[in-house]
């Protein structure tokens, strides 16, 4: 059993850069390049193990075959998380995601919760987290309608290192300028309530979707979630009942166990670093990433870099 390396699927939407291409060296023919799904079994963009044993086969291919992969606390033999980079050139549309009732109910899919992670921001740059104040569904509504709803949100800066936990709910939007790392339910379910009046290739206005939007959104002012410190001085970024994101800062070798309960996921966000076990050493650069089986047993990272711990909840 080794870790197995991953190659992404891209999207192209509209408000995409080239930052994952000039940073980070992805080969895609789309451009703009907006999105790379590094770890994903969602039907809208597999994930493809690269080298090694099953090379060329997807990530939902080998965990179907392999269900003891993703450890005894995972439920249901899916992969509950997708994990992404995402550069916004531009600013993405006001959104919102439905939680797990809603989504199954509405659209045979998972709820969405998120993690942003800022890998970079340019000197300018927001994001829309939430509301300013208490507002109600139907305020919300006539504001959209009516455009001015940028009047209600809460905009903030973002620089590097920055972390926006973004629950079911929550109204929300990238600004242009940021560099993220997200790690989210296998879902890609999104309720879009603004768009600045952009249109898409088709030439018209995008559209939106202000019912359901609404319906799924927490109008209530934001309250954003405390960043907690590990017993050793980890920085645990984001945790909840989906998944349990640790901030890694390696400067020389840290030992890590993926035992029988979790698989492990990581994502290099800067820097260049070994996985060393007992019979592999995997090389990992900046914006790869690799699933690791639980029951991988005892791995060591050895390097100079920044990585995104993503587990299962225990």
């Not at 009732?101 to 998972?110: L, Y």
Request: charged content about 30%; some cysteine; overall charge negative.
């Amino acid at each position: 059993m080794k870790p197995l390396k991953l190659t992404p699927a891209y999207k192209d939407y509209i408000w995409g850069g080239e930052k994952l291409r000039s940073i980070y060296g992805k080969e895609t023919d789309l451009s703009p390049v907006a999105e790379s799904w590094e770890l994903s079994c969602h039907k809208d963009g597999y994930s493809v193990i690269f080298g090694g044993e099953y090379d060329g086969m997807t990530l939902d291919e080998y965990i179907k075959q392999n269900p003891s992969s993703l450890g005894t606390s995972v439920n249901g033999g899916e992969l509950p998380i997708l994990i992404k980079l995402i550069d916004a050139a531009d600013n993405l549309s006001v959104q919102v995601h439905p939680n797990d009732e809603q989504a199954r109910e509405w659209e045979g899919q998972n709820g969405k919760t998120e993690m942003w992670y800022v890998v970079s921001a340019e000197e300018d740059a927001r994001i829309v987290y939430g509301l300013k104040e208490d507002t109600t569904h139907e305020e919300l509504a006539n504001a959209i309608k009516e455009k001015r709803v940028e009047g209600l949100l809460n905009s903030v800066p973002s620089k590097k290192g920055d972390v926006f936990f973004v629950d079911a709910g929550t109204i929300h939007a990238i600004g242009k300028g940021n560099l993220i790392a997200e790690i989210q339910q296998n879902s890609n379910v999104t309720y879009r309530l603004y768009d600045y009046g952009r249109v898409g290739k088709d030439g018209r206005e995008r559209e939106l979707h202000i019912e359901k939007g609404v319906k799924a959104a927490n109008c209530n002012k934001l309250v954003p979630r405390e960043i907690t410190i590990d017993a050793d001085g980890t920085r645990i970024l984001g945790s909840c009942e989906y998944f349990v994101v640790k901030e890694i800062k390696l400067n020389d070798e840290k030992t890590f166990t993926a035992d029988e309960k979790t698989y492990h996921a990581l994502i290099v966000t800067d820097g260049e670093l070994d996985i060393i076990g007992k019979d592999f050493c995997i090389s990992m650069s900046a914006g790869e990433t690799v699933f690791i089986p639980a029951e991988l047993g005892e791995y060591t990272l050895t390097g100079k870099a920044t990585v995104l711990l993503t587990s299962n909840p225990i």
